[in-house]
């Protein structure tokens, strides 16, 4: 079992910046690849960003390459997102999830844990 908490989300105005942190405990977090996921209102949860076990690769969705940036902290069990240059389009519920594979991916169904979730919304 992993249980996944995430902090960071708030409001923040078009342009502005974030950074989401995603706490890991219960089993060895550096066996697990971790990745970034969002919910919109009424839209399907969809890949943002993921981070394989070494922190050696990471990947992002189109619409955010360039402006966002996962990384992650084995030694205390923690994945980040820095979010830069946000726009209102970014506004959603973010989720980490993490998985027991060698890579990461975009198919939320692989993904076994999942965080709660944190609110970010980007006023314009």
């Known amino acids: 079992q992993v249980q996944l908490v995430e902090s960071g989300g708030g409001l923040v105005q078009a342009g502005g910046s974030l950074r989401l942190s995603c706490a890991a405990s219960g089993r060895t977090f550096s066996g697990v690849v971790m990745a970034w996921f969002r919910q919109a209102p009424g839209k399907e949860r969809e890949f943002v960003a993921g981070i394989s076990r070494s922190g050696l690769s990471r990947g992002y969705a189109d619409s955010v390459k360039g402006r966002f940036a996962i990384s992650r902290d084995n030694a205390k069990n923690t994945v980040y997102m820095q979010m830069n240059s946000l726009k209102p389009e970014d506004t959603a519920v973010y989720h980490c999830?993490?998985?027991?594979?060698?890579?990461?991916?975009?198919?939320?169904?692989?993904?076994?844990?999942w965080g709660q979730g944190t609110q970010v919304t980007v006023s314009s």
């Open positions: 999830a993490s998985k027991y594979r060698l890579e990461y991916n975009s198919v939320r169904q692989e993904y076994n844990y």
